[in-house]
């Protein structure tokens, strides 16, 4: 199974920083990589698809990057409603498309 | 319009067997390149992908869960059901549908508002 590891797993930050998660796939899955935001009590959000194609309605802050095994989520700006839960998650096997294990951005 | 419900029982007991329909409407299940997964996430913990299905009925399943689990539809009525077998309180989770579509490479694009499940005796 192709593993999802993301980091880090929590990140303390302010209103206003540039933020950047990783995630890290165990073996190569080309730009098949998603990022989710996922706010308490809440359905997850597709922000990212194909590692850097922003959804339609998300804001433009957000913005994805990577290739192969390495990826990234970045916002460039952080508003207040962006403190989240944020996944990646690989859908390049279909056999597995599973996610990693979240990185929780709160308010410094 | 894209919308997904997730429905079924709020409790069951270990052993027995869920059954959970996802009720779906601004997409047919007959297009090509379009799919529904089911993906549950214990309270407090990581989402955990379960199964998903395709337009010409392939089917995916993880390997996690040993088999207890299968996805069907039903593109009359807009349906797909997700069955897991001999529940245990472990399964309790929050249970989601979601739309895939080759689109959006087959992310989870839209979601629903997810079927809380307690296993407890």
């Known amino acids: 199974d192709i593993q999802m590891t993301q980091s880090p797993s929590s990140l303390s930050a302010s209103v206003g920083d540039r933020v950047t998660i990783t995630c890290r796939a165990s073996q190569s899955i080309n730009i098949n990589l998603n990022w989710y935001q996922q706010k308490p009590g809440k359905a997850p959000r597709l922000l990212i698809y194909?590692?850097?194609n922003l959804q339609s309605g998300v804001p433009s802050r957000f913005s994805g990057s990577g290739s192969g095994t390495d990826f990234t989520l970045t916002i460039s700006s952080l508003q207040p409603e962006d403190f989240a839960t944020y996944y990646c998650q690989q859908s390049y096997h279909s056999l597995v498309y599973n996610f990693g294990q979240g990185t929780k951005l709160e308010i410094k | 319009q894209i919308t997904l419900e997730a429905s079924g029982p709020t409790l069951v007991k270990p052993t027995q067997t869920l059954t959970l329909t996802c009720s779906f409407s601004?997409?047919?299940?007959?297009?090509?390149?379009?799919?529904v997964g089911w993906i549950r996430q214990p309270p407090g913990e990581a989402l955990e992908w379960l199964a998903h299905i395709y337009w010409n009925n392939d089917k995916y399943y993880s390997s996690s869960l040993k088999s207890r689990h299968t996805i069907s539809k039903d593109t009359s009525k807009n349906q797909v059901v997700l069955t897991m077998t001999n529940m245990d309180p472990v399964d309790t989770a929050t249970y989601y549908c979601a739309h895939l579509s080759a689109a959006a490479r087959y992310s989870f694009d839209y979601w629903g508002q997810g079927a809380l499940v307690t296993v407890s005796s």
């Open positions: 601004g997409f047919s299940l007959s297009a090509s390149g379009v799919g």
């Open positions: 194909g590692a850097s």
